[in-house]
């Protein structure tokens, strides 16, 4: 069958040239590592997650991510298989280790029949039969050359935790357990009295942050909110969120004041990472705030937080229901450039690139899934009229509401998520038909 050019291995990318050359399209993929690599990533494999819990929570009737995880699996998801292969635990959360889950998908995308891997830089958009998936951090060739075919570019922020040896760890100031009991140890939770609390958001206030570029808009999306700014709302404001203490008791039954929870960043359990604490601080100031927290007064660092800006296209002015251009249908767009917020969110919308293309492939006019769907929801908020477009992830509140109105979260969430699971299988079906 025709050649697609798949430019860009990451999540989207990769799913995206997966689907097709599963069916027997003949693949080419391009991505520029390992000659060469972006501001945020290192490894040299594709698909490199930012931490081990990218991929968020696994619960399908309870966490809309997790809805959308289930939905790609039914669709033939490669990272999802992934996934599954490298978990490690984390309660309710997903989490992998990221460097066996990279390799993973790496060594199903090369050893791939209809995929030829190609390490090279685009520069310009391809005229016909591509996917671009070149993700939030384009280079600046390519991102100059989709600026002048989209009109435009919009920008946003967002931030990366870091990561600590656990032996590094005072455990005579921390306990293991995960909220309410669920998920056996899969945590360390390193508690604060109101005190150490107040003193580490007061210096977390005033500690220097990493000077960022002038030519970059200060944009930060909400999903990836660093500390300090989620601080600087209220002294009170990480008490309900990054270190909320509701639901954590240590084993002899104690509550406290404030919670900042560790979580295992590989399989080892060697390296933790600091839950919700995505941060801009310079280097230096993360460690001199973090050891405020008394389990980390000798926490050794294996990574610092970074910020990094991400781009995406004003998708609703430029792309067609079928994430194709509306000045070339032959060329669709996939990932976090489209403006789809979050790892599982770009691997969606790369599977979903991939159907749309393959359907024109074979003459037929393209199928999106409904919006009761978690991919169905995103489609239409990507490609729908908007006046303030921003980037979006998975979430309830996207999809369309019940017939008849459930009160009970929990019972309401449940149903949404069967009917998502339905539909989905219903369109596999259907496009299998075809």
């Known amino acids: 069958m025709n050649d697609i050019k798949v430019i860009g291995a990451g999540l989207a990318g990769c799913e995206a040239a997966f689907y097709l050359a599963e069916r027997g399209v003949k693949v080419t993929l391009y991505d520029i590592k390992p000659k060469s690599f972006t501001p945020a990533h290192s490894d040299k494999n594709f698909c490199e997650l930012v931490c081990s819990n990218s991929l968020k929570g696994k619960d399908a009737y309870s966490n809309a991510c997790g809805l959308l995880k289930e939905e790609m699996r039914v669709l033939g998801s490669v990272t999802m ?4 292969k490298t978990a490690v635990p984390a309660g309710g959360a997903l989490a992998v280790e990221r460097e066996s889950f990279a390799a993973f998908v790496t060594q199903k995308i090369k050893s791939h029949k209809n995929i030829k891997v190609v390490c090279e830089e685009v520069e310009k958009v391809p005229k016909e039969r591509a996917i671009i998936a070149t993700g939030p951090l384009t280079s600046d060739a390519l991102s100059n050359d989709i600026s002048r075919i989209c009109g435009g570019q919009l920008h946003f922020y967002d931030a990366s935790a870091p990561i600590i040896s656990r032996d590094s760890l005072d ?27 107040e003193a580490f958001v007061t210096e977390l206030l005033s500690a220097e942050r990493a000077v960022l570029h002038d030519f970059e808009k200060r944009e930060i999306f909400e999903g990836c909110m660093p500390l300090e700014i989620m601080a600087s709302r209220g002294i009170e404001s990480l008490r309900f969120a990054n270190f909320k203490p509701v639901g954590l008791r240590d084993k002899q039954g ?44 000798n926490a050794e660092y294996l990574r610092y937080g970074v910020m990094h800006r991400n781009t995406f296209i ?39 690139a991939a159907v749309h293309c393959f359907e024109k492939l074979r003459g037929n006019m393209p199928r999106i899934p409904e919006s009761v769907t978690v991919m169905g929801a995103l489609s239409a908020h990507i490609c729908g009229a908007t006046d303030n477009f921003q980037p ?25 998520a069967q009917r998502a699971i339905d539909s989905i299988k219903e369109y596999k079906s259907a496009l299998n038909q075809n």
């Open 171 to 197: 455990f005579e100031k921390c306990f293991f357990g995960d909220r309410y009991g669920k998920g056996g140890d899969d945590y360390i939770n390193c508690p604060l009295d109101k005190q150490e609390y």
């Open 81 to 84: 298989d992934a996934a599954e």
């Open 314 to 352: 004003n998708s609703p002015t430029c792309l067609n229901a079928d994430f194709s251009l509306k000045s070339n249908p032959t060329v669709f767009f996939a990932g976090q450039i489209t403006g789809v917020e979050g790892y599982v969110e770009s691997a969606a919308s790369g599977i979903l």
């Open 254 to 297: 104690n509550k406290f004041y404030a919670v900042l929870q560790l979580r295992k960043e590989n399989a080892q359990g060697t390296a933790y990472n600091l839950v919700g604490c995505q941060t801009n601080l310079k280097w230096g100031e993360q460690k001199r705030v973090f050891s405020l927290i008394p389990a980390l007064k």
């Open 392 to 416: 979006m992830n998975a979430n309830f509140g996207i999809l369309k509401p019940l017939e008849n109105e459930i009160r009970d979260k929990k019972q309401r969430y449940a149903a949404l």
